[in-house]
């Protein structure tokens, strides 16, 4: 079992069985089925899809912790709401693992490994992002975009100075 937190600090629990599997799949009329990770949704596996779509992740991590939410009389839209930017790739990162715990625990190791490979390949993905962001010099572009904006904008008001000079008399 995982524990997500939301944005105040608090926790939730994520926990993958039997029961929480098929309350997922029953309550989204079939389309997240996480006993078969690579079922299409869409164009996409669902795997793919929960890897790279956050909203289709926190969507299928609100049907997991729907009974909790009911307890604290949480709505959907509030949970949502609770969700900040760094909640939802943490709950992505949790999903993930505790999706490979379970098949693990229900010896499908083959369905684990490839879960495995998919969340160290996100990992890897942010880490080669995270670098790459940071080693932008945000000053030097600002400056340079400022610069290219007040040239052009020159060139366009004083195009225009000299095509109304030449027309209106002096």
């Keep these: 079992m ?3 937190v939301d944005k105040t600090g608090q926790g939730w629990e994520l926990s993958l069985t039997i ?9 989204s009329g079939g389309r997240f089925d996480l006993l078969d990770p690579q079922r ?6 669902l795997f793919e899809l929960l890897d790279t779509d956050l909203a289709e992740c926190w969507e299928v ?10 307890k604290r009389d949480v709505t ?3 949970f949502g709401e609770l969700m900040a930017a760094d909640c939802l790739v943490d709950m992505q990162a949790k999903l993930f693992a505790e999706w490979v715990d379970f098949f693990r625990q229900c010896q499908r190791s083959e369905l684990a490994a490839a879960l495995t490979v998919v ?3 996100r990992a890897k993905l942010l880490q080669a992002a995270a670098k790459h962001v940071t080693a932008v010099n945000v000053d030097s572009v600002t400056a340079r975009m400022e610069r290219t904006i007040e ?3 020159g060139e366009s ?7 109304l000079d030449s027309i209106l008399p002096t």
């Design 2 to 4: 995982k524990t997500i």
């Design 19 to 27: 029961g929480a599997v098929k309350r997922v799949r029953d309550r």
């Design 40 to 45: 299409k949704v869409g164009d996409r596996d």
């Design 61 to 70: 991590v609100w049907l997991l912790v729907e009974p909790q939410a009911a």
């Design 76 to 78: 959907a839209e509030q």
């Design 119 to 121: 969340a160290a390949a």
């Design 151 to 153: 040239a052009k904008l």
């Design 157 to 163: 008001f004083g195009n225009w100075q000299a095509s």
